[in-house]
């Protein structure tokens, strides 16, 4: 994928390639859905490579209101394939804090909640990821 930017009506992702890291945000009121996970992990696949290299996902979800179970599937599948990978989010709502540890619980990915991008972009440096 030579894009460093996707977007859909409800997501927006731009990769950072000398960072290693991929930036998400969310359309206000957003419900993600299959598609959304699908977009998610095809610019991933296309940007972080083969090698197994550490990359992370920043993903402020300000304004999320909800993810179906089609995206967790379909994102979760990645994750689990991926485990070189380090989430971080961040500006979550009480729903969307409960799924997320529930994902995190669920599938075993490297997943932190913060409540700053700044501690967010410190934990990455902490693990490699020059963000």
Do not use: C
Request: aromatic share 10%.
């Amino acid at each position: 994928m030579s894009s460093h930017h996707v977007s859909n009506a409800s997501s927006d992702i731009v990769w950072q390639p000398e960072a290693r890291l991929a930036l998400v945000s969310y359309t206000a009121g957003a419900t993600l859905h299959e598609e959304d996970g699908t977009l998610l992990v095809e610019a991933l696949r296309g940007w972080v490579g083969t090698e197994g290299r550490p990359f992370g996902v920043l993903a402020n979800a300000k304004g999320l209101k909800a993810t179906d179970g089609d995206y967790r599937a379909r994102v979760g599948d990645y994750f689990k394939q991926h485990r070189e990978a380090y989430i971080a989010l961040t500006d979550m709502g009480p729903v969307i804090r409960v799924v997320v540890e529930l994902f995190r619980v669920g599938t075993g990915v490297s997943l932190k909640a913060f409540a700053t991008e700044a501690g967010a972009r410190e934990w990455f440096r902490s693990v490699g990821i020059a963000a």
